[in-house]
């Protein structure tokens, strides 16, 4: 379709047909200059159904993603900090308790690439089915695997091959978040829609940290986790493909670029000319993409080895958990009073915002470093509280700003979220290695894997200065918004120039 079609008037569609997927009805009007300069972005087979519209049962699928990613979510963390309790229980070692989580991470790296081509092939909804049947198998194989007739290694092959099949869950409702809030929110509530799907993931992890210790048995532990999915797994039904009529420009884009066409604009390739990327956005996502890593990669290293951590200085499980559980949840309470300010009053400022929040974050888990000895519970509650706010506050705002980077949402996310992932498994395998011996003082002490996390997280964090983070898809939204107010403007004042010249036609 031309560049003139850009700009329409909609007209109603015929028997059987959604406004939101055909265009071929509309009658072209004259572009403005503001539809020019997103169509140049975005591409001539970018089309415009005005008006936009909001519906209400956008908030159903943001509240089934929420709840499937929370249950996903749970299992990572789940065996950390009743790490002890399972050799225990099992005669697994500390290695093999880690892998528990770590295989996730595993799984999760080429679940994450596929998903942007499985949704462009099936679309939002089959993709989230999917992971969600997904999600049930693995709760009760994982569950198969705490039979007391098993050997320790048919155990142990049940609940790891449980874990693996539910990384396959978790990157959908994540990478799909930003996507399914483009299609469904507007200009004032994608951050906020984008924020409730994402902090799903720390407060599954929350969640995994608290209720997986309340139970002395770990079996039983690991039958809560099933009964739980079982109960939330129906929510799926209410998640829609996309609605009627989008909410936005960006929104109308349909299919959305391919995860290909990001990874050629990224490192500089020939590509679509509504995926080209500048170099500036091009040096911005790379920055973006290294601390959201980062970032990601101290918080799930710290889920995964908190009692290792903690113990040798003579904290609990239960007080690992629960510093864990602080971190998270202190930076969800953060992350849900200020995505709507990012929405209506910041909006403009995501870079701005990642540039003075980074630096006190990396400072934070380096502090760590002299903070983890016995008899601080205090300080480092505090210490994980800061990095909880920080952080998680920031999880939307990085996954916003990737899609601004980009103006590819499932493709940018299915990247922040797979260098996340392998930078955990890198950080996870690093600090397994630097355990101290029995011998050491104390015994089996961490304190080298903590000076590790700190430093590379505190280096990584610097990177920011270097941002600049163009909001290069609001932008377009906002031109597009404008010129078509414009265009309105401008044909309600011929209608009334007609209207006079008939009524001087009539009184002569």
């Given amino acids: 379709m031309s560049k003139l079609a850009l700009e329409t008037e909609v007209v109603p569609p015929g028997p059987g047909k959604s406004s939101f997927s055909d ?26 159904t005005v008006p936009y519209r909001l519906y209400k049962r956008r908030w159903l699928g943001v509240i089934a993603m929420f709840a499937l990613e929370v249950v996903g979510s749970a299992s990572w963390p789940w065996f950390g900090p009743i790490s002890n309790n399972v050799v225990r229980d099992f005669g697994f070692s500390l290695g093999q308790v880690n892998w528990l989580g770590n295989i996730i ?11 942007p081509m499985v949704t462009k092939r099936y679309g939002v909804k089959r993709t989230c089915d999917i992971a969600t049947a997904t999600l049930l198998l693995s709760a009760w194989i994982r569950y198969a695997g705490t039979a007391q007739s098993l050997p320790k290694g048919g155990a142990y092959a049940f609940l790891i091959i449980g874990q693996a099949l539910s990384a396959i869950s978790q990157p959908a409702y994540q990478i799909l978040a930003p996507k399914y809030s483009e299609r469904w929110f507007d200009l004032k509530g994608r951050t906020t829609a984008t924020m409730i799907i994402s902090i799903a993931n720390p407060i599954g992890g929350a969640l995994g940290q608290l209720i997986s210790p309340m139970f002395s048995d770990t079996r039983k532990s690991i039958l809560a986790l099933a009964i739980i999915t079982t109960v939330v797994v129906p929510v799926d039904l209410l998640i829609f493909e996309a609605p009627p009529t989008p909410p936005s420009f960006s929104g109308s884009r349909i299919p959305s670029p391919s995860f290909v066409s990001l990874i050629r604009a990224a490192t500089g390739l020939k590509c679509p000319p509504n995926t080209y990327m500048t ?34 200085y003579g904290y609990s ?40 929040l980074c630096p006190i ?92 996390n700190g430093i590379v997280v505190f280096i990584v964090c610097l990177l920011v200065f270097f941002l600049d983070g163009k909001q290069a898809r609001r932008e377009m939204d906002e031109q597009m918004n404008e010129g078509y107010r414009a265009q309105q403007n401008m044909d309600m004042g011929e209608m009334v120039t007609s209207q006079d010249s008939a009524m001087k036609i009539d009184t002569t």
């Fill in 317 to 356: 499980d239960n007080t690992s958990g629960f510093m864990g559980a602080a971190l998270l949840l202190a930076g969800i309470l953060a992350a849900i009073a200020t995505s709507p300010v990012f929405d209506r009053i910041l909006t403009h400022h995501l870079g701005i915002t990642v540039r003075i």
């Fill in 279 to 312: 170099l500036r956005e091009r040096f911005d996502f790379a920055i973006l993409v290294s601390v959201f890593s980062a970032l990601l990669a101290g918080i799930n290293t710290f889920g995964i080895l908190s009692a290792q951590w903690l113990s040798p």
């Fill in 361 to 452: 974050i990396g400072t934070a888990w380096l502090t760590l470093i002299w903070a983890v000895r016995p008899h601080n519970t205090v300080a480092l509650y505090a210490i994980f509280v800061i990095i909880g706010i920080g952080s998680i506050m920031l999880l939307p705002v990085g996954i916003e700003l990737g899609v601004e980077l980009t103006r590819n949402p499932d493709g940018s996310s299915a990247l922040l979220w797979f260098f996340g992932n392998l930078l955990s498994i890198i950080f996870i395998l690093v600090q397994n290695a630097l355990r101290d011996s029995d011998a050491a003082n104390p015994p089996l002490n961490m304190h080298r894997a903590i000076l590790f």
């Fill in 23 to 48: 265009h071929s009805q509309a009658k072209v009007l004259s572009p403005s200059p503001a539809s020019e300069l997103a169509v140049s972005a975005l591409g001539t087979d970018a089309t415009a």
């Fill in 105 to 115: 991470a595993c799984a999760y790296l080429p679940t994450a690439i596929l998903t």
